[in-house]
Nanobody, 116 residues
């Protein structure tokens, strides 16, 4: 069983920055595939970014490329999402996702609100 705790959301003006964190339980965090998804009001959950290995290649949704960076610290069992140049359309609940041994786990979500 893997437990994920998302944090770091908040209210920010357009153009601002936030850093989300996702702390994971487990002794084999380094083997987890990690990612961030988001869900805006009235919409489905959508992929934002993912990274498999520390320092490995990351993947991003086109809508966040060049603005968001995902990175992980295996010593801290934590994955981060650095969000810069935030836009109003980035407003959503952000969820951390982990995949371990073929099983998917989700964090509880953290609200990000970007005001104009």
């Amino acid at each position: 069983q893997v437990q994920l705790v998302d944090s770091g959301g908040g209210l920010v003006q357009a153009g601002g920055s936030l850093r989300l964190s996702c702390a994971a339980s487990g002794r084999t965090f380094g083997t987890y595939s990690m990612g961030w998804f988001r869900q805006a009001p009235g919409k489905g959950r959508e992929f934002v970014a993912s990274v498999i290995l520390q320092g490995g290649m990351a993947n991003y949704a086109d809508s966040v490329k060049g603005r968001f960076t995902i990175f992980r610290d295996n010593d801290k069992n934590t994955v981060y999402l650095q969000m810069n140049s935030l836009k109003v359309e980035d407003t959503a609940v952000y969820y951390c996702k982990a995949v371990n041994s073929g099983i998917t786990y989700w964090g509880q979500g953290t609200q990000v609100t970007v005001s104009s």
